[in-house]
């Protein structure tokens, strides 16, 4: 069998790596380690697409009708929920509306976007109206209902 030996210098650089590895051991145990104690969620915005619409028709006599629209008619939200609303403006130049029952109000420009985001606190019919096009006389009521339950 084999004595197994180690000279002074070898010692010395053993004894200093482990002298290392053990003060770089108690450094990081004695690091500030920041535990979460809840996680706060992103809130969920919901995206609705809306576009404006427009229905039109000839009668028989040569008269022509037309009628404006948003799609879809009817949007579902539920109490609190944060939606982002997304107008495209496809037909007519412009709409301006507004959300009744809230402060929100904006224009919808043909070939362009408007976006809005809002929060619906209370259940019931929120009508989303174009004021543009708020009765028969100008080619409405342009109506669509955001239902809150």
Not at 15 to 38: D, N, R
Request: some cysteine; charged content about 30%; overall charge neutral.
């Amino acid at each position: 069998m084999g004595f197994f030996s180690i000279n002074g210098k070898v010692f010395r650089k053993v004894l200093l790596a482990g002298l290392f590895v053990i003060a770089a051991a108690v450094w990081y145990s004695f690091q500030a380690k920041t535990i979460p104690v809840f996680q706060a969620e992103e809130e969920q915005i919901r995206e609705i697409t809306i576009v404006t619409n427009e229905i039109a028709a000839e009668t028989e006599d040569g008269k022509k009708l037309e009628v404006y629209r948003w799609d879809p008619g009817t949007i579902y939200v539920r109490k609190g929920e944060k939606v982002r609303l997304r107008f495209f403006g496809i037909k007519g130049e412009e709409h301006s509306f507004m959300i009744e029952g809230t402060d929100v109000q904006g224009t919808v420009k043909k070939g362009k976007e408007t976006v809005i985001t809002a929060r619906f606190d209370k259940k019931g019919i929120y009508p989303l109206i174009c004021i543009t096009h708020h009765d028969h006389d100008r080619q409405g009521p342009m109506v669509a209902y955001i239902v809150v339950d």
